[in-house]
């Protein structure tokens, strides 16, 4: 080798050797250039059968199951937001055919604390798709405002949580509005079946099961963000589908029914109140109050 060719090795740029592709990676380029092109070859040559797609979609919808996952709901600003869950969304894509979808992490910017991230969902057999690029901050919303995360499993669950909203929206993108409503209102009639069992059962059973976890009903109103006395079927839905999470130790007590935190004034204006009634009851009776003032909370 002459002095030359050791001179441009030697003042070769990083972003130049950066560039270079290794055999792993051209091995794995071309393979998922051909799984796209037999992905379209199948679609055209076993294209799917409606009615075969529309009957699997009612087996499915008629499940228990499915209907108890199939709608999300949460509070926010006094009124209620809901509407069909991811899960539903992906079982529609199963009953379909020809469907892809999926999640990926285009880039990861510690410094910056986002992550770029892009969801997706791809009618092989229409060729339709829908895709969104959107930047995923490392921050958690908290009542005094976003609080940065840094734990790999938060940013983790983090970025996955904001993923699913976007790839749910994507799938319901290129399947057909008629399917989606047709499962909806299937699922709907499901829950309010509920396998025969009235409604006020039902809920009795999911207060024994969050008593067991040591849950109080108080807690369970705030976390539905009403009373008792006016839960609905997917009110019920939603504590099973908490309850399963805490079963299989997903998710802690805690995260899903933080305590009631209160301040020292109103610690003061309760006991306060106490003297000048001259009750014998304790106000603070059924309150949590943290023998130190303790870090806020994580919401998810």
Aim: proline fraction near 5%.
């Amino acid at each position: 080798m002459t002095s030359s060719a050791l001179d441009q090795i030697g003042t070769r740029s990083p972003a130049a050797v950066a560039d270079r592709i290794g055999q792993a990676t051209a091995v794995e380029q071309a393979r998922a250039v051909a799984e796209v092109q037999a992905a379209i070859v199948v679609a055209q040559q076993c294209p799917r059968d409606m009615e075969e797609a529309r009957r699997q979609m009612r087996d499915s919808c008629r499940q228990q199951a499915l209907a108890e996952r199939a709608f999300f709901r949460y509070s926010r600003a006094g009124s209620t937001i809901t509407g069909p869950s991811v899960h539903l969304a992906r079982e529609l894509a199963r009953c379909w055919g020809n469907i892809q979808y999926g999640i990926a992490e285009l880039r990861r910017d510690d410094a910056h604390g986002q992550s770029e991230m892009q969801a997706w969902a791809w009618d092989v057999q229409t060729n339709t798709r829908s895709s969104n690029t959107f930047i995923v901050p490392h921050k958690r919303d908290k009542k005094d405002g976003p609080v940065a995360i840094v734990d790999m499993r938060d940013i983790y669950e983090n970025n996955a949580n904001n993923g699913a909203r976007r790839v749910r929206e994507a799938i319901f993108a290129v399947l057909p509005p008629w399917l989606t409503e047709e499962a909806k209102t299937l699922c709907s009639e499901t829950l309010k079946d509920g396998g025969g069992e009235p409604l006020p059962q039902r809920i009795g059973k999911a207060v024994d099961v969050f008593a067991g976890y040591g849950v109080r009903v108080e807690q369970l109103e705030t976390r539905l963000g009403r009373p008792k006395g006016r839960w609905d079927e997917h009110d019920v839905a939603q504590l099973l589908v908490i309850a399963q999470s805490l079963k299989r130790g997903e998710v802690t007590v805690d995260e899903e029914f933080p305590s009631v935190r209160v301040t020292a004034d109103e610690i003061k204006g309760a006991k306060s109140k106490r003297t000048t009634a001259g009750s014998d009851v304790d106000p603070l009776a059924g309150i949590d109050v943290p023998m130190a003032a303790p870090e806020p909370e994580v919401q998810r």
